[in-house]
């Protein structure tokens, strides 16, 4: 009896113990996506799932592995790219980090906030790694805070804001690059054995060449419908790298963060250095469903006032550019009125007068009004704006200077510029400064005290022109390696305090087009400017690329000149898709032109909550076919918004029927085809028909047959019976 109650006793210690020696599991979760860690009898972290959630819970134990450390250290035993690589004070190199703590919170916008905390045994140096993982929206953001507890600067070499491993058959990678005026191409490839990086070494303008976005799909291509995609951005507007290396084993590591070329960073002791997060979700569905996880995202936590309206307006710069007067530009203010938006927006060429703003050559830093044509200030423009009905913005380029302008002479310490090398210039400038306390006030100062003696200015176009090159701070002294990372950290401070003041002012984001295009920046900023390239057959690959990250209320497309060949009706269906607006010469508009864009602003405004606020359908993509096909449907499902553009057709080419998606199948939807031209009748064969949902889906729309469809388009209103 007594041997059958001991070995009774050892039973379930062996049980009690083994139960303690079950490896602990972290889960980062959303309703669909699930990243899962453990801590490893070594004490480090390991990575062991990222991907569809799965159903029972207690599946997640038999997914425990030590193969992936979540956060890989340099200098260690690992030979492939580390995630952090630093060396301490006493000239060592190495890092081991091992678990200390975890811990889950609610955060404030309710999304669960996951930490934890790994320390060095021999160094006091921590990494903490943040998840903030939010349910809906199947959104995650990743970042990383590093902490030196040394008696001396700790340097860090590379310090990823995360790190992700993947284990799949094959993988594709979707990039986005271009240049001035061909922004966010689209490109996919196979990713094979070795490293792939995508980066930005810039500064300013990081995103001119490449964009702080990528996709990757797992296994196969993933379509728009179908297929294991994960869509990634940083939060940063500055350099940055991402680094995608296959192993010997076919295993991917996925490395994010701020771009280490010549940023070696030097953490003082007691300090704390956070990374910018990585934005990701994750779908099984294609690329579709990803990016509308991220679109409901992005208006309600990545950009300023994302669930608010915007306004319509009309920019100067195409009729005037720098020509123009007090009196040429108010009468300008009646051609927004002659379209119907209701905001005026007056770009660069108003100030400087030592050295007037006339050119791209001068003025530039100088942000009081050029007496010569503006006699009477902004002041005077927005009482007179205002007076016709219409709000009033302007134009500034406030971290930038013209040598030819009083603050280069009076402050040339301000300037980013080598002291031992010869200016360089773009568009005629240089780059101010802001790491200075002095420059920030400045920059600051530049937006605040317009807004002081002007409160009734509506809207701010803040543009940035220029990247760096032969920089060197005068400020940093010694520790130029910081200048790329600060630059961007005094930016956000400057923006912070403008953001205090005047937290709800429209301010647009522009760099010389997409040269900014992060959710660090729209934060600050209520939308983009995609690209100074306006000509709408091309504007249809850009805004096509952008989508893919970013709601369509972010992004500011106008209708313009810049395609003479193009009608205003293709113009205009073509900025339908984003935040429209105008940058034309309104009295060189035909009346038929004119009746019609009127018309269009009042349509527009009437369908804009399904556009910026509906979910995003991308049906026929322009890199597949001779056309691009989208549509835009209302949460209730009871308003939809299609949108059809032909492209460079080819003779007696056939347009099949499109399959609608979003719909509710049981509901029937009256089909409208809007924005015509007077006198004219819709092409769409559906056109007046009412169908039900199921049949768009299932049959699809037909398409306009004939040889004349070059560079032409539809937009359709569905509205539910």
């Excluded at 001396?152 to 240049?179: E, I, R, V, W």
């Excluded at 939809?640 to 056939?654: D, I, P």
């Amino acid at each position: 009896m007594i041997k059958k109650i001991t070995i009774g006793l050892l039973a379930i210690a062996c049980f009690f113990n083994a139960e303690a020696q079950a490896p602990k599991q972290i889960a980062v979760q959303t309703n669909n996506i699930s990243l899962l860690l453990s801590v490893g009898v070594n004490g480090r972290v390991y990575q062991n799932y990222f991907g569809k959630k799965l159903l029972n819970p207690a599946d997640n134990a038999a997914l425990v592995s030590t193969r992936h450390e979540a956060y890989i250290t340099g200098s260690m035993e690992d030979q492939f790219e580390p995630a952090i690589k630093v060396t301490h004070s006493d000239g060592n190199p190495s890092l081991v980090l091992q678990y200390v703590s975890d811990a889950q919170t609610k955060a404030a916008d309710g999304a669960t906030e996951t930490s934890i905390e790994l320390k060095d045994p021999k160094y006091p140096v921590s990494v903490v790694l943040h998840y903030l993982a939010y349910d809906k929206e199947d959104v995650i953001k990743a970042w990383t805070e590093i902490k030196n507890a040394e008696k001396s600067a700790l340097t860090l070499t590379s310090y990823a804001s995360n790190m992700l491993h993947f284990d799949a058959d094959k993988y594709f990678l979707t990039q986005f690059h271009g240049d001035w005026a061909s922004e966010a191409k689209m490109q996919e490839s196979e990713l094979t054995n070795g490293s792939k990086v995508i980066d930005s070494k810039l500064g300013t303008r990081a995103n001119e060449y490449t964009s702080p976005l990528f996709m990757l799909a797992l296994n196969k291509k993933a379509d728009e419908t179908s297929g294991e995609v994960m869509l990634g951005t940083l939060a940063w507007t500055g350099n940055f790298r991402f680094q995608f290396e296959v192993d010997q084993l076919n295993s991917l590591r996925v490395i994010t963060g701020i771009n280490p070329y010549g940023s070696e960073y030097h953490l003082a002791p007691g300090k704390t250095f956070t990374t910018p997060a990585l934005v990701l979700t994750y779908s099984t569905t294609g690329k579709g469903q990803a990016s509308r996880n991220l679109h409901k995202w992005a208006r309600q936590y990545g950009v300023l006032d994302g669930t608010q309206p915007r306004m319509t307006l009309l920019n100067n710069w195409e009729t005037t550019g720098f020509k123009f007067d007090e009196q040429k530009l108010v009468t300008l203010f009646d051609g927004a009125n002659k379209l119907g938006v209701p905001l005026f927006l007056l770009d660069d060429g108003w100030f400087g007068n030592k050295y007037p703003r006339v050119n791209d050559k001068a003025g530039l830093g100088d942000w009081d009004e050029n007496k010569s044509i503006l006699p009477h200030n902004i002041e005077y423009l927005v009482k007179q704006a205002e007076a016709k009905g219409v709000k009033f913005g302007i134009w500034i380029e406030p971290e930038m200077v013209n040598p030819k302008s009083e603050l280069y002479e009076k402050h040339p310490e301000w300037i980013l510029k080598n002291p031992m090398r010869d200016e360089n210039y773009q568009r005629n400038q240089l780059v101010l400064d802001l790491t200075n306390p002095k420059v920030q006030d400045y920059v600051y100062g530049i937006l605040d005290n317009m807004m002081t003696k002007n409160p009734g200015i509506a809207f701010i176009k803040w543009d940035c022109n220029r990247t760096m090159s032969n920089a060197y701070s005068t400020y940093l002294k010694d520790q130029q390696s910081h200048l790329y990372v600060d630059y961007v950290l005094s930016l956000y401070k400057v923006l912070d305090r403008v953001r205090a003041k005047y937290p709800h002012l429209p301010i647009m984001l522009c760099s010389g087009g997409g040269g900014r295009t992060d959710y660090g920046a729209l934060k600050y900023f209520n939308e983009f400017w995609l690209s100074d390239d306006t000509d709408p057959l091309e504007r249809i690959y850009i805004q096509w690329g952008y989508s893919n990250f970013f709601p369509s209320n972010t992004m500011a497309a106008h209708i313009t000149s810049w395609n003479k060949t193009a009608s205003i009706k293709y113009r205009t269906d073509v900025a339908m898709m984003g935040r429209m607006g105008y940058d034309i010469d309104v009295d060189k508009m035909t009346p038929a032109e004119l009746k019609f864009s009127h018309q269009a602003v009042a349509d527009y405004t009437r369908l804009s909550p399904v556009i910026w606020q509906g979910d995003l359908y991308r049906l026929i993509s322009p890199y597949d076919e001779n056309r691009a096909d989208m549509m835009f449907v209302s949460e209730k499902k009871d308003k939809a918004v299609f949108f059809n553009y032909f492209l460079n057709k080819r003779y007696k080419e056939v347009m099949t029927n499109v399959k609608l998606q979003g719909l509710d199948p049981q509901k029937k939807y009256k089909i409208t085809e809007i924005n015509l031209m007077e006198g004219t009748k819709g092409t769409m064969p559906d056109n007046g028909k009412t169908l039900s949902g199921d049949y768009l889906m299932t049959i699809g729309l037909g398409m306009p047959r004939g040889s004349t469809l070059q560079q032409t388009s539809n937009v359709l209103e569905l509205t539910a019976q």
